[in-house]
């Protein structure tokens, strides 16, 4: 494919400029210093956006993108802070190498958007954080004592409240915890209660099902018998069928399934059109 553009191409006059000569960009198209189209560019910051950047770079090397983790970690725009802090402002930590580096991320919870993230964890980054952006009214955060203390020191009058993630995490901590130590109450409970269990009454033996005696099922039961002596003897499918005179199939099929399926077969196959119609009706 050839694309033809034309651009306007500019002249400065003034002699203290460095730039002599320069050519207009087509918005959405054309970009300065750009070393590739903007929809590739749009694709790979989304790719870094979703997945971070060894993750990435691993999807783009599936997908024949020329694109390692320090390029797609260069096309993340840092988000744009706002000067008031959203009214429910949601607080948590993240690893920038797990067990080694963390920061913090602050979401509006409302609208379900990144607000900033600080580059450490510490009480006074995210104290500072709040005097300088007042507004909020609400925050969610987890159980790490430094955001508590970052709190009370720069937002005392603001509600602390904990996320259902680690709201439920608490909750079946203290469960398991209350558990473990009247395991030994629980187990003579459990004890008690199956030794009161009723008994539960023998179960009722019913008579079998005797199917019908119909020409169809004799002939079923017969052939049965005959092929599984033939197999038993040491025929070959082939030399018994050339022996009843039936295809290699039926004798594969006789062979292979019980007595009782083959006579719930012919019990269906016996039935009238007229019978099985009314029934299924």
Not at 64 to 72: I, N, P, Q
Request: charged share 30%.
């Amino acid at each position: 494919m050839l694309v033809r553009l034309r651009v306007r191409r500019f002249f400065c006059d003034r002699a203290a400029c460095r730039r002599r000569t320069f050519v207009e960009q087509a918005s959405g198209l054309s970009e300065r210093y750009r070393r590739s189209s903007l929809g590739l560019k749009a694709w790979l910051r989304q790719v870094a956006v979703e997945l971070g950047g060894r993750p990435g770079e691993r999807l783009c090397r599936r997908m024949h993108l020329a694109a390692g983790r320090t390029r797609l970690l260069e096309l993340l725009d840092p988000p744009p802070v706002p000067e008031r802090a959203p009214r429910v402002l949601g607080v948590d930590e993240f690893a920038f190498r797990l067990g080694r580096t963390y920061g913090t991320v602050l979401v509006d919870v409302e609208a379900g958007q990144v607000v900033d993230a600080l580059p450490d964890r510490t009480s006074e980054t995210f104290a500072a954080w709040l005097r300088e952006h007042p507004g909020a009214e609400i925050i969610c955060r987890d159980r790490a004592s430094a955001y508590t203390r970052a709190i009370k020191e720069a937002a005392p009058d603001v509600v602390e409240v904990t996320d259902r993630w680690h709201l439920l995490q608490n909750l079946a901590a203290a469960v398991e915890k209350i558990c473990h130590q009247h395991r030994a109450c629980l187990r003579k409970r459990a004890e008690e209660v199956t030794s009161r269990v009723p008994e539960v009454p023998p179960l009722m033996q019913l008579p079998l099902h005797e199917l019908p005696r119909t020409p169809i099922m004799e002939r079923t039961r017969h052939r049965h018998a005959d092929i599984q002596r033939l197999v038993t003897a040491g025929w070959t499918i082939s030399a018994i069928a050339r022996r009843l005179h039936l295809d290699r199939k039926t004798v594969r099929r006789f062979r292979d399934t019980d007595l009782d399926q083959l006579l719930a077969s012919a019990t269906n196959a016996s039935q009238p059109e007229c019978w099985n119609r009314s029934s299924r009706t």
